[in-house]
């Protein structure tokens, strides 16, 4: 099992980045999945989740602080998943992580960066 993020950059405050993250090993449709980030200097925190593997149909949850800019979503095609943030603030900037469980066993992406200034 692999999780390939990409999509990071940087961008100016209140602009919008796509991150997608592509798993091998799994479909995104039978596994939760979340969204992790980590700022310079601080404990990587939990930012979004999509639950409900298995199924089309999957419930999604943020972290107060990204709650109604950030999107994440789950390409069943693709087999990706995204997260797509809007109205950036440099708060933002970090390293962002997708990561899964999958039969008993937690796996991490090797992280993309995010960059919010001016």
């Known amino acids: 099992v692999q999780l390939v993020e990409s999509g990071g950059g940087l961008v100016e405050p209140g602009g919008s980045l796509e991150l997608s993250c592509a798993p091998s090993?799994?479909?995104?449709?039978?596994?939760?999945m979340n969204w992790y980030r980590q700022a310079p200097g601080k404990e990587r925190e939990w930012v979004a989740r999509?639950?409900?593997?298995?199924?089309?149909?999957?419930?999604?949850y943020y972290a107060d602080s990204v709650k109604g800019r950030f999107t994440i979503d789950r390409d069943f095609f693709k087999n990706t998943l995204h997260l797509l943030m809007k109205a950036l603030k440099p708060e933002d900037t970090g390293v962002y992580y997708c990561?899964?469980?999958?039969?008993?066993?937690?796996?991490w992406g090797q992280g993309t960066q995010v960059t919010v200034s001016s």
């Open positions: 990561e899964t469980t999958w039969r008993g066993t937690e796996y």
């Open positions: 090993g799994f479909t995104v449709r039978a596994a939760d």
């Open positions: 999509a639950v409900g593997g298995g199924s089309t149909y999957y419930s999604t």
